[in-house]
């Protein structure tokens, strides 16, 4: 299953584990770098230094490439910038924001960069300024997304940029992986269908309400903040719903939410947590182990696309 993308990577598969805040921890990443996609560390809001103990774990339990995903809006999100690039990390992921001023630092270390983006303008603005590829996410991802679907997204950035671009949102099995083949990704990442691995570290209660959720099931809230974001519908998300239609301000969202998906995922407040998963949580039905799961998803995009003309 080479492409560009396995070449860019160095892995077996061109499947990446979403960055996901914290969620993506060590354990995770490498078990499915050992699998033979791309782990990411998710660095989230952590401190620097939280971030550096996981980078070197990860190298503990896998000789073969991860990577680390900056969120963006962290305070902490220069400092781990400078870490990723002392630390000899191989690949770069950003979300939430632009990370255009990392570049230089991380193109001189020989890091391969790859911002998630939302928007055929952001696309072209990293191309231009160095990144390796992009991840193009669709609005049915979970956590913070932008306006457009996958099925939408995807094509318009494969014809705006020259560089890889790697799919998101919404893909959970090799049907998923072969469509956005389709639509020219060359790779695809995927978050929700991790989490309920048996390496990932959740809380069970959060894993039970991915593996119990409809295609009906994810609300988001923060569209009237300028913060959109895709949980399991719950009382949290019910209440911040209600107190958006009646014109609530930023503080008082920002209440119901702070802390929520820690409460969530290590504390298993499924309730009033927030349980960021992505739509196509309605299909996710099994825990198995990232191996079992990276082997399942190859053999059925195999199966439909083999012969096709994308590998090469
Ligand atoms: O970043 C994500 N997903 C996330 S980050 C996160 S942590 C968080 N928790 C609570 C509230 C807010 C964040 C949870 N999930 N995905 C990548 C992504 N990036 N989706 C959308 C974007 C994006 C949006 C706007 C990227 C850039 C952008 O504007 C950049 C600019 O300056 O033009």
Known sequence: MQTEVTRLLGTEYPIIQGGMAWVAEYHLASAVSNAGGLGLIGAASAPADWVREQIREAKRLTDRPFGVN??????????????????????????????EKYMKMWKEAGVKVIPVVASVALAKRMERCGADAVVAEGCEAGGHIGENTTMVLVPQIVDAVGIPVIAAGGIADGRGIAAAFMLGARGVQMGTHFVV???????????????????????????????????????MTKKYI?????????????????????????????KNGS??????????KEKT????????????????????????
Do not use: W
């Open 242 to 270: 209600e107190l958006e239609n009646k014109g609530a301000g930023f503080e008082e969202l920002e209440q119901l939410t702070l802390g929520g998906l820690r409460k969530a995922v290590v504390e298993g407040d499924v």
């Open 275 to 284: 349980v960021m998963a992505g739509q196509i949580a309605g299909m996710v």
């Open 70 to 99: 900056i969120m963006l809006m962290s305070p902490y999100a220069g400092d781990v910038a400078e870490i990723v690039a002392e630390e000899g990390v191989k690949v770069v992921t950003t979300g939430a924001g632009n990370p």
């Open 289 to 312: 182990t990232c191996k079992e799961l990276i082997d399942r998803l190859v053999r059925e995009t195999d199966d439909l696309i083999k012969g096709a003309g994308f590998y090469v």
């Open 197 to 235: 691995t048996e390496e990932s570290q959740v809380h069970e209660n959060y894993k039970n309400r991915i593996i119990g959720a409809k295609d009906i099931d994810s609300r988001v809230t923060g569209r009237t903040t300028g913060h959109p974001v895709r949980a399991l519908r719950n009382d």
